[in-house]
């Protein structure tokens, strides 16, 4: 009998601010970093997961993923990887820890690292990938993964069972599919505030060249920049690709309408984070103005419950889960079932570090056993710090080839976590 | 010239859970603590903020307070207190830890706390306590403290400038009646759901002989437990003495329509948190089917933002602002505003540790300067853990007495933040 004998943590910061990777109109200067935690076990494989944050702030959230220790250290790891709907239900219910919440922010993105982590556990003792692991199990087992708490009033459970069940009869064929063709991605590398005309107009180019139909640009510092970027980048690559933008939460309702409309004859595939990751009336009040322009949020949005409500309230035409900002996959797979049952497609944030690794598992769950659908879906993508990675993404003409290796794809090399280790490793000790 | 030289945190917890005070439907088995900090200045008065939680995670709290040490420390006092408008933005501005929230939870509480402390110390500086210290501001002075980012869809700092200039004439005729007759209180001492029958007969009859008439009780754990208890505790006080109801949380839109309904006949005044405070369309439509029961929520809604949409979807017929959930004293007078504009009446939450103190400031300035009306308001008060406090609150008659000391009421005795500090202190180095 196999058991949990540690949760062990480790703050891993990559110096990314030094050269304005990942820069936009909110975020000038981020450090990608990762609250990293091991399930230790004393017998066959450990679980990985972490936070993605930028920087400052990686200790505390560190600290939050320990206050949770007590609730697996000791555990018997059969038992709880045959449960982790009701591991996922566990944590989140620790009732003097939901006060720092209630499901959101540090506290909550801490329990979705646990959970995260034990789903990385459960696919290596199962011997296979998240995806392959999710779309193995019945409706049954699939509904049993969701904590329903705040969802019934758009979404039951039963619901929830008419659309796996609806889904099943093509799963096979779609799993093959993806093993032969891969799941739709996009790219943000060539839009990053931070960098020059110049550099911009070579990426775009060269995304084209690499296979991607859909590139992201940055928006939301000053409106004549964004008009001459749009511009340079819609000449490099032509009328025919798409172009998505995304704001960073950067306006007020008022002021994203005349913007946006300003931007709409460079045909924007979608704006994304316009405003507030919290206003969920906000979010339909644009989407109103701006049509046909598609609006698109929830690489911030806290849980499923906001989920659930820009989904009733019409608020988006495209619906972004990320990997480490909710509660993880069990809160995830609900927010799959909501955007199904609302006919929303899922194009999930990734980027970071190692949220590319992570998201393309629900992405390819959602395809072979919830949505079945491909269409107006895409993972974003963008080529930074895989090489960190034990099983990093592999990218094919512009499309995420399957995950093969076990697990979830969150754990990092070794190797990585030591020279990148805040602040002792050495990366760090030479000064930043 | 008067600078502050650190910022010195503290973990302060009470053994709460031990009596089971506190006790409701979410929250079994509290432990009182506040996540303490003080702005230490070479010269002059200190300034004491906190954020109240429930145990547990307390420590992630106080280190994500730490972390904003490097925007106060070695600051100039006098400029700091000039402008609290500028540090709030800055605080909530930290691109690298705002991604921690954005504006929510742990990391969004820190900046209150933080900002609560420049408070007190800006207050003490000027020999007046803080409701003053807001009542004496220009209607300028007092639109340049929000944050006006995500709001002006609902409200504009012109608008807020014609609702502060209404207000302005009957001032301080309306202060002198507060220093009269104080403002009015409401206790949910009698209601825990840990106690027994016989104990909240006998705790509503005593609310109600000192001079209470409005008495809050827990609800939503088992339906024919509620219906004994309000039973109970209207046969205790009679027909005409008010009885709120509070559901912490604990339903889904459609369980809680039935209930409440089944809870009518006991004419409740209000159904407080019935449930997520995240689900603000989930609130429209217990409203809609509840009504003419009014529906209250505010102690765990986590920014401006959510007050905007609770307001703007006609959610809510009481606003319940929190002194340390939200980003300070700042944030919360942007939600005085918001309320004010749509005519919402604000009964503050209190309670817990040291809420009492610090949230009596934000209504009775809201009285003097913003709504200009007392009707239909009224503070909690739970009679917890006061004596630990350099100024405690004083009731006389259900009415909260002004506070008269400089500051903003969030001193704790140093003595008693030395006996109750975790894990070191008297109290708890015993054992539990």
Same mark, same amino acid.
Request: glycine share 10%.
């Given at each position: 009998m196999s058991r949990i004998v540690a949760l062990e943590v480790s703050d891993v910061r990559f110096p990314t601010s030094r050269e304005l990777d990942g820069s936009d109109a909110m975020n000038p +200067?981020? +450090?990608?970093s990762a609250a990293y935690l091991v399930l230790r076990t004393d017998e066959g494989p450990d679980g990985h997961g972490f936070v993605f944050t930028i920087g400052r702030g990686n200790d505390v959230q560190c600290a939050a993923i320990e206050l949770l220790a007590p609730h697996v250290v000791g555990r018997d790891v059969e038992k709880l990887c045959a449960d982790l709907g009701g591991l996922s239900r566990e944590l989140v219910s620790d009732s003097q820890l939901r006060w720092l919440g209630p499901e959101k922010g540090v506290m909550h993105m801490a329990v979705g690292a646990v959970v995260n982590a034990a789903w990385d556990l459960a696919a290596k003792r199962a011997g296979m990938p998240v995806w392959r692991l999710l779309a193995s199990l019945t409706p049954e087992q699939i509904v049993e993964l969701v904590d329903w708490r705040y969802l019934t009033d758009a979404l039951t459970p039963d619901e929830a069972l008419e659309i796996l069940r609806a889904a099943e009869p093509g799963r096979s064929e779609r799993l093959q599919r993806l093993e032969r063709e891969g799941y739709p991605g996009y790219t943000?590398?060539?839009?990053? *505030?931070?960098?020059d005309d110049a550099k911009l107009a070579r990426l775009a180019t060269e995304a084209v060249a690499e296979g991607f139909d859909l590139i992201k640009l940055k928006v939301g510092a000053a409106l004549d920049d964004d008009v001459r970027r749009l511009g340079v980048a819609r000449a490099a690559v032509g009328p025919d690709v798409r172009i998505a933008i995304d704001? $960073?939460?950067?306006?007020d309702v008022d002021t994203a309408i005349p913007w946006l409309r300003r931007l709409r004859e460079f045909n924007p595939w979608w704006i994304e #984070?316009?405003?507030?990751?919290?206003d969920v009336l906000g979010h339909a009040a644009i989407r109103n103005a701006v049509a046909p322009m598609r609006v698109a949020t929830g #690489?911030?949005?806290? $849980?499923r419950v906001m989920f659930k409500q820009l989904l009733q309230a019409g608020a988006i035409d495209i619906l972004q889960i990320d990997?480490?900002?909710? @509660?993880g996959v069990n809160e995830n797979v609900a927010i799959l079932l909501l955007a199904a049952k609302f006919g929303v497609p899922v194009c999930p944030h990734a980027g970071g570090v190692g949220l590319c690794e992570l998201v393309q598992h629900l992405a390819m769950f959602d395809y072979v056993a919830v949505s079945g659908a491909l269409d107006g879906r895409a993972i974003e993508y963008v080529?930074? *710090?895989? #090489?960190?990675?034990?099983?990093p993404v592999r990218i094919r003409d512009g499309r995420y080839q399957v995950p093969?290796?076990? @697990?979830?794809?969150a754990e990092m090399l070794a190797d990585s976590r030591q020279r990148f280790a805040?602040?002792?490793g050495e990366v760090w000790r030479g000064g930043s």
């Open positions: +200067d981020p +450090d990608y943000t590398s060539p839009g990053w *505030l931070g960098y704001a $960073n939460q950067r306006f #984070e316009p405003t507030s990751p919290d #690489e911030h949005v806290q $849980n990997a480490t900002r909710v @509660g080529d930074h *710090l895989h #090489e960190h990675f034990s099983t093969i290796d076990p @697990g979830s794809g805040y602040p002792a």
